[in-house]
């Protein structure tokens, strides 16, 4: 599984990197607990200050952990609540430069201070999230947000869903 990894210059690079990597990783493994890992690890290792990178996924309603690199993390999140729930009641990103002005935010690490969350739609409807934070301020932007839709995009596509 080992893969040189590039000289990453700039952010542009690394939502490149990441992306390509990704689609290598789940091109031939159909699992979506095994593809969700895969891609947690894979955007954790390339991008720079990331400090925690995982899957909420939808189940009986509510959010549940799924795969995830970092600290052990909040198990359940109702939809509608904190930054990840929000995604999900309005089926769109949450891009939040400072988590503190974040009405509801959860804090499942007090060091956290940005946060990235992006819907994965399977028909229309959100199935789960991918979830990024950082201990910076304003670490995501546009950039990570394109790349991170498109891996959610390649994850709805390539993964059996049924088997959760
Ligand atoms: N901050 C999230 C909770 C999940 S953790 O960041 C891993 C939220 O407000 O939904």
Same mark, same amino acid.
């Given at each position: 599984?080992?893969?040189?990894?590039?000289?990453?210059?700039?952010?542009?690079?690394?939502?490149? &990197?990441?992306?390509?990597?990704?689609?290598?990783?789940?091109?031939?493994?159909?699992?979506?607990?095994?593809?969700?890992?895969?891609?947690?690890?894979?955007?954790? +290792?390339? &991008?720079? $200050?990331?400090?925690?990178?995982?899957?909420?996924?939808?189940?009986?309603?509510?959010?549940?952990?799924?795969?995830?690199?970092?600290?052990?993390?909040?198990?359940?999140? #109702?939809?509608?609540?904190?930054?990840?729930?929000?995604?999900?009641?309005?089926?769109?990103?949450?891009?939040?430069?400072?988590?503190?002005?974040?009405?509801?935010?959860?804090?499942? $690490?007090?060091?956290?201070?940005?946060?990235?969350?992006?819907?994965?739609?399977?028909? $229309?409807?959100?199935?789960?999230?991918? %979830?990024?934070?950082?201990?910076?301020? %304003?670490?995501?932007? +546009?950039?990570?947000?394109?790349?991170? +839709?498109?891996?959610?995009?390649?994850?709805? #596509?390539?993964? $059996? &869903?049924?088997? &959760?």
């Amino acid at each position: 599984m080992e893969v040189k990894m590039p000289n990453i210059q700039t952010r542009e690079e690394a939502c490149q &990197w990441a992306v390509m990597r990704v689609r290598a990783l789940i091109a031939e493994e159909t699992d979506c607990v095994t593809n969700m890992a895969n891609t947690a690890a894979a955007i954790f +290792e390339i &991008w720079k $200050d990331v400090s925690w990178a995982g899957f909420y996924r939808m189940k009986n309603g509510e959010l549940v952990l799924g795969p995830f690199c970092g600290k052990p993390a909040c198990r359940r999140i #109702k939809v509608g609540s904190g930054v990840c729930g929000t995604a999900v009641s309005q089926k769109k990103t949450q891009l939040v430069p400072n988590v503190h002005e974040f009405p509801g935010h959860i804090a499942c $690490d007090g060091g956290s201070n940005s946060e990235i969350v992006v819907p994965i739609f399977l028909n $229309d409807e959100v199935i789960g999230v991918i %979830d990024l934070d950082s201990y910076e301020f %304003d670490r995501y932007s +546009e950039l990570e947000q394109n790349a991170l +839709e498109k891996i959610a995009q390649m994850l709805s #596509k390539g993964c $059996d &869903w049924s088997n &959760w």
